[in-house]
């Protein structure tokens, strides 16, 4: 038994990998960021992600689709997406294949300014969940030269 198997409760650093993707994606650098903090050696980890790469289990490139895809059904902007999946791991030319996958930025923050109006207050939660300043100042002004500053 490997100094691995006895800090991890003696479960293999595949059977630790797969159940963290048993219920949900996640990025390469998260997994491994898991199994470090179980107590797995670098090796035994690297083996473990290149076999997950190698069978499909693991793709930060459908992590970053199906998050960025996610996040923008919950009404993120681009700003909030990219933040999210940065701080997954994924490589900024993922990221931004990723938000070519998703509604445009405009065409959400429309969806949420019809929802809830226009106005100071839709600016601020624009704001708020990662929209860009010039999508914000489209949507919300609607173009009838209104000033939101």
């Not at 595949?14 to 898991?34: F, G, I, N």
């Not at 300014?113 to 601020?124: F, H, I, N, S, W």
Request: hydrophobic share 40%; glycine share 10%; net charge negative.
């Amino acid at each position: 038994m490997s100094k691995a198997d006895i800090s991890s409760g003696g479960e293999s650093v595949l059977d630790a990998a797969y159940r963290m993707l048993r219920h949900r994606e996640r990025s390469t650098s998260e997994v491994s960021e898991r199994l470090e903090a179980a107590g797995f050696a670098d090796a035994e980890r690297e083996n473990a992600i290149e076999t997950l790469v190698r069978t499909g289990l693991l793709d930060d490139v459908r992590f970053a689709e199906l998050r960025a895809r996610s996040l923008a059904e919950r009404g993120a902007g681009d700003a909030r997406i990219r933040h999210e999946l940065r701080r997954t791991g994924i490589a900024s030319e993922s990221i931004e294949d990723a938000l070519e996958t998703v509604e445009p930025e405009a065409d959400r923050a429309q969806s949420v300014v019809l929802r809830r109006g226009p106005g100071l207050k839709t600016a601020r939660f624009l704001h708020g969940k990662g929209f860009s300043e010039e999508i914000v100042a489209g949507v919300v002004a609607g173009g009838d030269g209104d000033e939101l500053g």
